[in-house]
């Protein structure tokens, strides 16, 4: 006989405790890092209004120049007429860029209702290309929204679809 037979079992618990514990952080560092950008989403950039720069066009009528600091884009976008039809809005806009690279991407939100409306794809036959328009570029075209008549707010989207600026439009 010895006296090692007497002698408590050894508890494995603490071990495989520390080791548990030690796999935890390591995954959650894992994934920190992986999906870091998903977890802190990209706060969407404010709408700024700064006069414009020598190489930015004055705006007229109901325009606005943008930042859009995600796209890393500058210029000015306008609404030049408006109609309200039985399809209803009609936007004739202009949308120029002049830094960086941008879409004209729009929504449009009822000031009543605070319903959100899309536009309607190739509405007409000069509807606005939805493409990337560069530095020194201009587009312009009709932005269709089918939604009933009322104050609207239509807004300038960058690609993820947050608003960089916006303008009024009377119902």
């Known amino acids: 006989m010895s006296i090692q037979q007497y002698q ?14 030690l796999v935890l952080v390591a995954i959650v560092v894992l994934v920190a890092v992986r999906f870091g950008d998903q977890l802190n989403p990209v706060q969407p950039p404010i709408a700024t209004t700064a006069p414009p720069s020598a190489s930015e066009p004055e705006p007229t009528g109901n325009a606005v120049p943008f930042t ?12 030049t007429d408006h109609q309200w039809t039985a399809a209803g809005l ?8 002049t830094e960086g690279t941008a879409a004209a991407d729009f929504f449009a939100l009822d000031n009543e209702t605070t ?5 309607v ?17 201009t587009i312009r075209g009709t932005v269709l929204f089918d939604k009933p008549r009322g104050d609207t707010t239509v807004v300038l989207a960058n690609s993820l679809g947050r608003q960089v600026a916006a303008l009024l439009v009377t119902g």
């Open 8 to 21: 408590a079992p050894k508890n494995h618990l603490s071990l495989v405790i520390t080791v548990a514990v």
């Open 68 to 79: 859009n600091s995600f796209d890393d884009a500058r210029g000015v976008w306008e609404i």
């Open 90 to 97: 009609s936007l004739s806009v202009s949308f120029t860029v």
């Open 115 to 119: 319903n959100i409306y899309d536009p």
């Open 121 to 137: 794809p190739r509405a007409a036959a000069d509807a606005l290309p939805r493409s990337q328009v560069n530095a020194g570029e």
